[in-house]
Each structure stands twice: as structure tokens, then as C-alpha cells.
């Protein structure tokens, strides 16, 4: 199939690379020409596994990249949308990236076009588009408006799309909605064909359901912090009842990246929009906010005063196995603790340098030693696996003072306690002092 991805960022690229891979022939459009020179060149501007190889494979005989949305409209038949839609001032959706492509597209159709929306979109956003397109175009010919919402989640996005646990697809043309679930037929995964809206709502519903279920186990390992239970354990005993299921309930920092944070306040307007208060998901962004304050005062805790102490930082992405910086716990504690005079020391595997763009004022180090060389206390932000696999001796060594404050719960309170260290984590209970 001839289909053209309009948008290259995480979304946008891996959704054209593996379409690709599947045998279609591809065009990533992208108005950011420094990333479609760089694409050309086959440098592939985000860390994500697996990519390269699927580019490397595919690159100028299925796959093609380009800042002409009209050339790239023309040789297609499916076109999806795949740009940003970053949260305004009051969490409301900006839709406007999506507007411009729609309206670029509308411009350029020379023929029967399938348009799809991959971007996560306000509900109602099918019908504005197909205005758009209506508005902007020669109604010479005709098109169909679907909504396609992805469910990839950064650092295995391409797993995720190769081997989605379902396919979304909403449209008013059954027709459409067919011809589009024909693309995703190679992947023998289910395919869920409903109405537009429903399609959009979906979306939201399930992100904030996840956001919500981590918030939910948040609190309980704030109070197992008062209570001196261990969360990990209580997981572990929850997850056994089928109802609950043990995914997503993992303590720590909290939500973060580019869609759980906005997409929860995105919904809470579109709610207000329809004269809807959510009374339930303004709390799960509150509980979501303070788990970051309930780090830092654990960090306050394990320093006692703060003004020039030096602190190793492991980790700075908003999750392991991506470059991605949006909306990252490190970004707010970072800034925090510099800002009360602690010296900062930061290492993650891959994404110092997009790390560089948020964080200043602090020393970005080559090795996770060399960031807990003399400090006095290392935090875990991101459980990347090479923190997990740290050598606890070799470690004891080189800090100033053995402490760990542990963001993510990756180690063992009572083997770190054998170590030697002193450990904190998020609901473990009452933290091993040395
Ligand atoms: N990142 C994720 O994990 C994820 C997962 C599921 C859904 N989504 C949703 O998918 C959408 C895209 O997210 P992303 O993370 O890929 O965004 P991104 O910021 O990484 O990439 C968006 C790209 O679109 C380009 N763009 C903007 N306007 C354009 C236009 N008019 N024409 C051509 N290109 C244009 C930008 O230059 C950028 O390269 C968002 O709605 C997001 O909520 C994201």
C-alpha cells in the first residue's frame, strides 16, 4: 500500500518504519527540515531499539523522507497524522499542528484519500478534520476522516507496533475503517472497529486508567512508608487476583514522558468543555506532582541539611530504554536540590544530551561511578538494568557516604542493609540507617 506518515517524531517515525518493514510503501513528512536531512542521511534522531536496523533495512526502497507534504500526498492513498499535540497553559489539547497538517493535506489531494488521526486528539477532533478538509480542499474529490489512536509506548515502540495487544480503528465509513485495518491484517492482532468518537475516547480512557493506577499504588506506599509495610510485597500479593493484575503498579516517581501527564489534564478540559468535572482525575494529577515532593524530602531526610552536599543522580529520562526528557521526575528534582546549594552529578545511558536542552548547573558524568565519585548520597530516578546490575562494592568505595535513595524501588532494602548502605526507597517501610 502507497501510505504517507505526516509528523516523524516518536510516534510518526517508528508508525512509518514499521509500515515499511511490512512491505508499504512509505513518505515521513515532517516540517522539521534538519530532521528530515538527518533521516535521508539514515541518523535517526531518537533512541529507540530496534529502529535503526528497521530504517537501515528499509531506507530509499520502501521507506522515504521528506518535507513535501504535497508530493508525499499525491503518492499515497493513506495518510496518517501522526504531529504533536503538546498540552496548553491550562492542560487544554493544542490541536493546532494537527489543524496545519489537515489543512496541508486538504491543499494537496489529487484523489480518493484515506486520512487517518494517529495523534492523540480532543473527542469530536474526526468531525473537525473532515471540515478542514472540506473547507480547504477543491471538493473535487472525495476522502474518508479515521481515527487510528497508538498505544506504543516509548523505549519498545517498535515491539509494540509489530505486536500491538489491539488495534483501534473509528470511522463513519465501515469502508474505511476496513481498508485501514487491511494494513495492520500482517499482524494477526485483534482490531477494534467503532465510531469516531468512541475511537478518540478510547485513547484518553485507557491512558488515564493507567495514569489513575499508579497514583492508586503511589498513596498505598505512602502509607506503607507510615505504616512500616513493604509495597513491593503488597504488589506482589495483589497481583496475584485476576481482577487486578500486577502491571503498572510499580511505587516510585511517579508518571511522566509526553502523554500520561497530558493526556490526563488534556481530558480533564475536554470534560470541562462538555460541562463535565472530573472529580476523580485532578486528584491522580495532584497525587502524581507530590510523589516528586515526597522524593525529595526523603533525599532531605537521608542528608540531613542539604547546603553543600554533593549527590550522584542515576538516571534522567522519564523511563528506561528511552532518550525522552518530557516530563521526566529529574527535571523538577534536579532543579530543587540545586537550587539549595547540593552539587549535582548525573549520569544516564542515553540521555545525557537531550538532558543537556532541560538541565543546567549540574555535571554530567561518563559512568554511573564516576557521577557517585565522594558523594553523599546516590538517587535513582530511571531503573535503567546497568543500576540494577551495579557492583555495591565497588560503589562503596568511591562514595563519600553510602546512601541510596532508590526512585524506582530496583533494589532489596534488606540486601542493600547487608551492603552496608543506607536505603530509602518509595514505600518500603521504615528505611535501613546506617
Ligand atoms: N510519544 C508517545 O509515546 C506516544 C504514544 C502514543 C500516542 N502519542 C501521541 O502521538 C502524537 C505524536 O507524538 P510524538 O511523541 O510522536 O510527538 P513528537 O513531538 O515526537 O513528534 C511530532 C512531529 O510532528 C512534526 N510536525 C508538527 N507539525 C507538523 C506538520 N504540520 N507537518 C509535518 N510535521 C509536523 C514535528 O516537527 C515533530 O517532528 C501526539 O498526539 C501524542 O500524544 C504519543
Redesign the pocket.
Known sequence: MRITV?????????TGCCFADLGNVVTC????RK?IQELRKGVI??YEPGLEEIVKRNRNKRLFFT?D?AKAVHSSDFIFI?????PGKNGE?DI???Q??AK?IARNLNGYKIIIN????PIGMGDIVTQIIQKNSSKKFSFDVVSN??????GS?VTDLFKPERIVIGATSRSAAHKVAEIYKPLYRPIVITDLKSAEMI?YAS?AFLATKISFINEIANLCDQVGADITQVVKGMSYDSRIGGQFLNAGLGFG???FP??VAGLVQIGRDHQFEFRLLPQVLEINRDQRKQFLKKVHRALGSLKGKTVAVWGLSFKPNTD?M?EAPSVTIIPELTAKGVKVKVYDPVAMPQAKLFLKNVKYCKTAYEAAQGADAVLVLTEWNEFIQIDFQKLKKMVRKAVVVDGRNIYDPQQMAEKGFSYYGMGRGKPFIF
Open positions: 505526516v509528523g516523524t517524531g516518536y510516534v510518526g517515525l517508528v513528512v515532517d516540517v522539521n530532521k534522531p531518537i518535507t507534504l501522526a504531529v504533536n499535540t503538546p489539547v493546532t499542528h494537527v496545519e497538517a496541508g494517529k495523534s492523540t486528539v489512536p497508538e498505544f506504543l509506548r516509548e515502540a485513547k491512558n514522558g509526553s502523554c497530558k493526556d525522552d518530557r
